[in-house]
């Protein structure tokens, strides 16, 4: 039979008993804010560098591109495609800032949070999308060598090296170890960075010893670091799609946390721990108190213990009365 069901909304202030019966919602309603003000204030700023980036890298994008085809580098067309894709996941990424930064309605009782999280997986998607293309194209290229102006490429691609190291930094001054969306741009442009390196070894090599194969040869050597990237930020982003659990919110680590560290806790089961984005973990289990304990009292103690303990701030905690004990 339940006691208490009383599911955690997300604005809900979280409340636990005090040794001289003092009820502190207040203070958790204020944490709450803060961390809401805060988590507001790193949005805007990423979307900030977000959009210099794009402006950096689609602006320089059609010199490349009018490079790439002048020299007839592979290198310079593999980077210039890199940058369009570049533009093209940073303006995603943009654009899932500002849907994420949505209030939540009755058809989206969360509201748009998990737009970054869908923008990071699509940016993972093209980049292994990129890497396939530039070892099709550098294939191509190894059975059938091009002549190349190496000066032009050497020239375009120091330019191009400037570029992606100012937009490099302007993203990585916001990046956040949590922040799979600023995480997806990021490995974008430190692609392109290194797809800039590689040109400027390949030209060099042509300068110098007339070696046009190392075109060929360094663009794969990017498309891979691509891939890495590309996969990396789909697993990360497809775990939370997934409705995965999180990591350090295993069950058993939940259940063993609980018994142990919350007085009155007897058992606890059912379990449930998934991410609304990363860095946003959601719990639901159910809780059967010791006999004698209060239910409010236990509902209580196991929100506070999973939101200082996990940083599960959203929990659902259902208090089941143990049939074997007497009715309270």
């Known amino acids: 039979m339940t006691q208490t ?38 949005s805007a700023d990423a979307r900030r560098r ?29 980077d210039a495609a890199h940058m369009l894709t570049d533009t093209g996941s940073l303006v995603l990424a943009w654009f899932g800032y500002r849907l ?24 993972g998607v093209l980049l292994v999308l990129l890497a396939g293309w530039i070892i099709w194209e550098a294939a191509a290229r190894l059975m ?3 002549p190349i ?10 330019l191009g090296l400037v570029v992606n190291i100012i937009a490099f930094a302007i993203l990585h001054g916001g990046a956040h170890k949590n922040d799979l969306n600023l995480r997806g741009a990021l490995w974008h442009v430190a692609g ?13 090599l042509i300068l110098w010893q007339g070696w046009t194969l190392a075109d060929p040869l360094l663009s794969v050597l990017v498309a891979l670091l691509a891939l890495y990237g590309g996969v990396r930020i789909m697993r990360a982003s497809g775990h939370i799609l997934l409705e995965g659990t999180p990591e350090g919110l295993e069950p058993e680590r ?22 609304l984005t990363e860095s946003r973990p959601l719990v639901t289990l159910e809780v059967t108190p010791a006999p004698g304990a209060s239910p409010e009292s236990v509902r209580r103690a196991v929100k506070e213990r999973l939101a200082h303990a996990f940083g599960a701030s959203h929990a659902t905690v259902e208090v089941i009365a143990d049939v074997s004990s007497p009715a309270a």
């Open 254 to 275: 939940i259940i063993a946390d609980l018994v142990a560290n919350v007085p009155g806790v007897a058992a606890v089961s059912h379990v449930h721990a998934w991410a």
């Open 100 to 123: 994420a930064a949505r209030p939540a309605d009755p058809a989206r009782s969360y509201g748009f949070g998990r737009m970054k999280v869908l923008a990071a997986f699509t940016n």
């Open 50 to 78: 977000v959009v210099l980036a794009a402006l950096l890298t689609g602006g320089f994008m059609v010199a490349e591109v009018i490079g790439g085809i002048l020299s007839g580098s592979l290198a310079l067309l593999a």
């Open 149 to 158: 102006a190496g000066g032009l490429m050497l020239g375009i691609a120091a």
């Open 144 to 146: 059938a060598p091009a």
């Open 5 to 42: 069901n009383a599911p955690a909304c997300p604005g809900e202030p979280h409340t636990h008993p005090h040794d001289h019966g003092h009820d502190h919602g207040h203070s958790h309603a204020h944490d709450h804010a803060h961390h809401q003000h805060h988590a507001d204030m790193t």
């Open 192 to 204: 392109d960075m290194l797809g800039s390196v590689a040109a400027i070894l390949a030209a060099v």
